[in-house]
């Protein structure tokens, strides 16, 4: 039997190779921790409001006969009741869509688009949204703005209903909302900003993450998320060939930029 079965050139392919294997084993066991951990919030946070449900039937559960709880409580437990559904519901909601976006069959639509006629449609719908009726919007792109971009209509309006909904949700009456686009080293920037609660600095990092949920979020107590609304923003984005990133102050407001590749 040779000593030297392999030549120099096969030694370093192997190598080279399980180089790579060790790096895309690294990869699939950093993905594996974040769904587990994802998992594990999601589980906490379903638990939270099927708790409380299961406990108020069971305590209307102990009124037998004629004997009813008064009108105040009846209507205070139906409103806790109500609540806590919509946040199982939004949970579960988006929990499904961030999933089929992952899946390798979901399949995106990409059309070339005008992009200044798209985000001013856009805005116009923001406007007859009666919510925002109690936000100064603002609408700030510049005429002469000429950026196509390839985008699926369907999910990209998601992201931006997303980014709105946020802005409106943890702002206050009054406070500004602003639609900015422009283009920077070739490529278009949306910017969507609000003069609301503002994030905290070591909060800023982790928003797009989908291990952080509403539990660990400074979120408003009538806010009813899934606080999975920024991930599913991120994974729409990356399918995009883009990038989405946030600046924020705390008490000053918030800007989420959106940045696409242009096209001819
Ligand atoms: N415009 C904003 N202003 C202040 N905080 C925000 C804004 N957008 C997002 N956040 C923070 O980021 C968290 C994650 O946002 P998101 O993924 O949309 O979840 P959700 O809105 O369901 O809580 C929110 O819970 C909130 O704390
Ligand atoms: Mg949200």
């Known amino acids: 039997m040779p000593k030297n079965v392999f030549t120099q050139p096969e030694i370093s392919q192997v190598k080279d190779l399980t180089l790579k294997l060790a790096k895309a084993n690294k ?12 998992l594990a919030n999601i ?4 638990r939270a409001p099927m708790t409380a449900i299961r406990n108020a ?14 009108s105040e409580e009846f209507h205070s437990i139906i409103a806790m009741l109500d609540r806590r559904s919509t ?22 639509s990409f059309e070339r688009v005008n992009m200044k006629n798209f985000l001013k449609e856009y805005y116009i719908y923001l406007l007859e949204d009666s919510r925002f009726k109690t936000r100064k919007l603002e609408y700030l792109i510049g005429y002469d703005l000429e950026a196509f971009c390839s985008i699926d209509i369907d999910t990209f309006t998601r992201t ?8 409106f949700k943890y702002s206050n009456e009054g406070d500004s909302i602003k639609l900015d ?3 920077k080293r070739r490529k278009l920037v949306i910017c969507i900003e609000d003069t609301g609660i503002g994030i905290a600095k070591e909060d800023v990092a982790k928003i797009f993450d989908r291990s952080y949920t509403v539990s660990n979020a400074r979120t408003p107590e009538s806010v ?7 991930a599913i923003v991120k994974s729409i984005i990356e399918h995009h060939k883009g990038k989405v990133y946030c600046e924020s102050e705390l008490g000053v407001g918030s800007k989420f930029f959106i940045e696409l590749p242009l096209i001819k």
């Open 27 to 38: 990869q699939l066991s950093n993905e594996h921790k974040i769904r587990n951990q994802m």
């Open 43 to 46: 589980s906490h946070d379903l």
């Open 57 to 70: 039937v069971d305590y209307l559960n102990t009124f037998e006969g004629e004997e009813m709880p008064s």
């Open 87 to 108: 946040v199982l519901e939004n949970l579960i909601q988006d929990l499904f869509y961030l999933t089929s976006l992952d899946n390798p069959s979901h399949r995106y």
């Open 160 to 167: 931006l209903d997303n980014l709105f909904i946020n802005a």
């Open 181 to 183: 686009a422009y283009i």
């Open 224 to 230: 009813t998320g899934s606080g999975l609304g920024l």
